[in-house]
């Protein structure tokens, strides 16, 4: 089986011929047909985020299931499947409540680069390969954890499944879970990537208004016009508050900041009305820090919150959202960027790096 691993920070990604081996219990083996190329493989790649190495990037993947190990019962061969990349256990307090992207067993694959139950299925000779986020989906075929896998149906494009199970669903899942009534408000939106532009997706479909982009690529803002923005801007050339001020004459109610970046979190805080909200989902390094201005927080009464995965309960979510894009809601064929092979890995995480546009897929089939 071929993959992409990375064996070292800040050097590219090899082509390797890796031994796979069988699913274990409560495990299932993947054949990968698209994955979506997304900036924490990015980050893992450059070292900003540590991981154990040799490992297998990538976590936005689809395909069909060739083998389910023993006790897998709701799964079977053949079956069209999108992996994600936060195990949900099913039996603790965050499941049961309905947050599953907060599982107590969610932080296991990212401290140990195994699976659930222990260890890896990945080798290259005698040595062991480890798995990105349980996933390792830059590759032709993956062993996962059967609490990472979810079933959709057979007509939807694989490369669609694919980003759908990580940019779409935190993009989109942060309007619709964290922004009650958020039709006829404004929605500001920093990084016109694919999370981003997921975003702007999510606003439109539930009438927000207006709906301000603000990114650094030409580009980018004209993609963030074409699926629903009302307002683009230049963050080069303009003042963001600024722009956002004259926009919207009180601010924007909420922000949604897709960068991760100290510059961009102060951008949205000054860009909110009295009362506003500001959420994280872009990642930054593990020792970034943040600085807020204290008493415009008490005094104008705004909020600063991290989402995860879009707050989604990925089990229920991610199924509707296929329902919206099959009923031709949501433009999802429009958010894909360029497509890749396996063997141009490297190129398409040097596309990210350089602010390609869309979301970027490597196709398998």
Same mark, same amino acid.
Request: a positive charge.
């Given at each position: 089986m071929r993959a992409a691993v990375?064996?070292?920070?800040?050097?590219?990604?090899?082509?390797?011929? #890796? %031994?796979?081996?069988?699913?274990?219990?409560?495990? +299932? =083996? +993947?054949?990968?047909?698209?994955t979506g190329v997304c900036h924490s493989d990015l980050h893992y790649a450059r070292g900003d985020l540590p991981s154990r190495v040799p490992i297998v990037l990538g976590h936005e993947g689809a395909g069909v299931v060739v083998e389910v190990g023993p006790g897998v019962e709701a799964l079977a061969p053949g079956d069209k499947?999108?992996? &994600?990349?936060?195990?949900? !256990?099913?039996? !603790?307090?965050?499941?049961?409540?309905? $947050?599953?992207g907060l !599982?107590?067993?969610? =932080?296991?694959?990212?401290?140990?680069?195994?699976? #659930?139950?222990?260890?890896?299925? #990945?080798?290259?000779g005698d040595e062991e390969v480890h798995h990105l986020m349980g996933l390792s989906c830059f590759a032709e075929e993956c062993v996962v954890s059967q609490e990472s896998v979810l079933r959709v149906p057979d007509d939807i494009p694989s490369d669609i499944a694919a980003i759908v199970g990580c940019a779409v669903v935190t993009g989109m899942g942060v309007v619709l879970n964290r922004m009650p009534g958020a039709a006829g408000q404004a929605i500001l939106v920093i990084g016109a990537g694919g999370v981003g532009l997921s975003a702007i997706i999510g606003a439109k479909l539930v009438g927000a208004h207006p709906i301000i982009a603000v990114d650094i690529s030409d580009e980018k803002l004209d993609k963030a016009r074409e699926l629903g923005a009302t307002?683009?801007?230049?963050? $080069? =050339? @303009?003042?963001?508050?600024?722009?956002?001020?004259?926009? &919207?004459? %009180?601010?924007?109610?909420?922000?949604? /900041?897709?960068?991760? $970046? @100290?510059e961009t979190v102060t951008q949205a805080m000054a860009s909110l009305r009295p009362g506003g909200t500001t959420f994280m989902v872009g990642l930054g390094g593990p020792a970034d820090q943040l600085s807020v201005?204290? *008493? *415009?927080?008490?005094?104008?009464?705004?909020?600063?919150?991290?989402? #995860?995965?879009?707050?989604? *309960?990925?089990?229920?979510?991610?199924?509707?959202?296929? /329902?919206l894009y099959r009923a031709g809601r949501i433009p999802l064929d429009r958010l894909r960027g360029r497509a890749y092979r396996l063997d141009d890995v490297n /190129?398409?995480?040097?596309?990210?790096?350089?602010?390609?546009?869309?979301?970027?897929?490597?196709?398998?089939?």
């Open positions: 990375l064996r070292s920070p800040h050097h590219p990604l090899t082509i390797e011929d #890796l %031994t796979l081996g069988a699913p274990r219990t409560g495990e +299932v =083996r +993947v054949r990968i047909e698209a499947v999108v992996l &994600t990349w936060r195990p949900r !256990c099913g039996q !603790c307090e965050y499941c049961s409540s309905g $947050r599953p !599982c107590v067993r969610g =932080r296991v694959h990212a401290e140990s680069n195994g699976l #659930l139950r222990g260890g890896t299925r #990945l080798h290259a307002h683009v801007i230049d963050s $080069r =050339r @303009q003042d963001v508050a600024q722009e956002v001020l004259a926009i &919207t004459g %009180t601010g924007a109610q909420w922000a949604v /900041d897709a960068i991760g $970046r @100290q201005p204290l *008493n *415009n927080l008490v005094q104008a009464e705004k909020s600063l919150q991290g989402s #995860l995965y879009g707050s989604s *309960n990925i089990g229920v979510q991610l199924p509707r959202i296929l /329902d /190129d398409a995480l040097a596309g990210l790096a350089g602010g390609a546009v869309g979301r970027a897929v490597i196709s398998m089939t």
